[in-house]
């Protein structure tokens, strides 16, 4: 491309281009500070160029965003390429919103780094669809309780390395209670029940609906004592219920099997199994009651 007459490049015109730009446009030099913006970037941060000019990340900007642009701008100057990451911003009228910054930097004629330039493109309805869609993928859509991939997900990044406990529950005689009250009326069992387990826990533990009348509980920092006190708790939470449906007394119990142990490293699955197992032997053995122990 021809180049044009420098005539034309004047600073005043390159300031009208940059402003007649729809995207926001900023400029740092290099040590960070802000040489100058577009009337995009002025709008949307809801300040006047000439508060912005001379200033750094620190003395304009909350103190979170502040260091992510710093850091930001401290690996651009180190890599000496482009750069493309994901932040926010706050707006004029103090709304987060999420951006794409793409920057890159500016050097002189003997190649000598002298700043950066960078551009914002808002990003703030793909990122709430995608929050919209993990939440989605993570959550059983009746209980609104984490699902099984999460829980095994989750499990498999547990790091702690303090013991823990995971409850196997499972409803008992839940096919009898579809047939008694139908498909609705078991569906309104699992949300209550949902709701009594949760109440039970607390805000560090997690719990999961693994299948249709099963949850598993992840207790963090429990021992075996522990474990028996929640685990008797939800047995009682769960049994003391007054579940009505359509004028009609619902009652419900719970079987439970645990198993305590160290979860780091995706040892927590193999407790899932164990406590699995557990379950089982509390369902043949009569349900409504716990197994902790072979
Ligand atoms: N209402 C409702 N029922 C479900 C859901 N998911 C699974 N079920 C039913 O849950 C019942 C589970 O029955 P079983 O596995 O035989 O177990 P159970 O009757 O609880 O017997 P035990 O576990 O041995 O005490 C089945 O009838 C499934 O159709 C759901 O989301 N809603």
Redesign the pocket.
Same mark, same amino acid.
């Given at each position: 491309m021809k180049s044009l007459p420098p005539s034309l490049l004047s600073p005043e015109l390159i300031q009208d281009v940059l402003d007649a730009l729809p995207a926001p446009v900023f400029v740092k030099d290099r040590h960070g500070l802000y040489l100058g913006c577009n009337r995009a970037f002025s709008t949307l941060v809801g300040k006047r160029p000439d508060e912005i000019a001379g200033k750094s990340v620190f003395n304009l900007w909350e103190p979170d965003l502040a260091k992510i642009y710093f850091d930001a701008d401290e690996a651009l100057m180190a890599s000496g390429k482009m750069q493309q990451y994901e932040a926010q911003v706050i707006t004029q009228s103090g709304e987060r919103r999420d951006v794409l910054f793409y920057k890159a930097l500016l050097s002189d004629a003997t190649g000598s780094i002298t700043g950066m330039v960078g551009t914002i493109l808002d990003i703030t309805e793909r990122k709430t669809l995608e929050r919209t869609l993990t939440a989605l993928a993570e959550h059983d859509a009746?209980t609104g309780l984490l699902n099984r991939r999460a829980i095994f997900d989750y499990m498999q990044r547990m790091s702690d390395p303090r013991p823990v406990a995971v409850l196997m529950c @499972?409803? @008992?005689? &839940?096919?009898?209670?579809? @047939?008694a009250h #139908?498909? &609705? #009326? /078991? @569906?309104e069992?699992?949300r209550t029940t949902a709701r009594l387990l949760q109440a039970q826990l607390r805000e560090e533990d997690r719990l999961a609906r693994v /299948? /249709?009348?099963e949850f598993l509980i992840i207790l963090h920092n429990a021992d075996a004592g522990i474990a028996l006190q929640v685990a008797e708790r939800l047995l009682a939470a769960v049994s003391h219920a007054q579940i009505m449906y359509e004028g009609r007394r619902i009652d419900v119990s719970l079987?439970l099997g645990a198993a305590v142990g160290h979860a780091a490293g995706g040892a927590a699955v193999g407790l899932v199994r164990i406590a699995d197992d557990r379950l089982y032997r509390a369902?043949r053995e009569g349900?409504g009651r716990i197994v902790m122990s072979d």
């Amino acid at each position: 491309m021809k180049s044009l007459p420098p005539s034309l490049l004047s600073p005043e015109l390159i300031q009208d281009v940059l402003d007649a730009l729809p995207a926001p446009v900023f400029v740092k030099d290099r040590h960070g500070l802000y040489l100058g913006c577009n009337r995009a970037f002025s709008t949307l941060v809801g300040k006047r160029p000439d508060e912005i000019a001379g200033k750094s990340v620190f003395n304009l900007w909350e103190p979170d965003l502040a260091k992510i642009y710093f850091d930001a701008d401290e690996a651009l100057m180190a890599s000496g390429k482009m750069q493309q990451y994901e932040a926010q911003v706050i707006t004029q009228s103090g709304e987060r919103r999420d951006v794409l910054f793409y920057k890159a930097l500016l050097s002189d004629a003997t190649g000598s780094i002298t700043g950066m330039v960078g551009t914002i493109l808002d990003i703030t309805e793909r990122k709430t669809l995608e929050r919209t869609l993990t939440a989605l993928a993570e959550h059983d859509a009746l209980t609104g309780l984490l699902n099984r991939r999460a829980i095994f997900d989750y499990m498999q990044r547990m790091s702690d390395p303090r013991p823990v406990a995971v409850l196997m529950c @499972d409803l @008992d005689h &839940f096919k009898a209670i579809n @047939d008694a009250h #139908g498909h &609705f #009326g /078991g @569906d309104e069992v699992l949300r209550t029940t949902a709701r009594l387990l949760q109440a039970q826990l607390r805000e560090e533990d997690r719990l999961a609906r693994v /299948g /249709g009348e099963e949850f598993l509980i992840i207790l963090h920092n429990a021992d075996a004592g522990i474990a028996l006190q929640v685990a008797e708790r939800l047995l009682a939470a769960v049994s003391h219920a007054q579940i009505m449906y359509e004028g009609r007394r619902i009652d419900v119990s719970l079987s439970l099997g645990a198993a305590v142990g160290h979860a780091a490293g995706g040892a927590a699955v193999g407790l899932v199994r164990i406590a699995d197992d557990r379950l089982y032997r509390a369902k043949r053995e009569g349900r409504g009651r716990i197994v902790m122990s072979d």
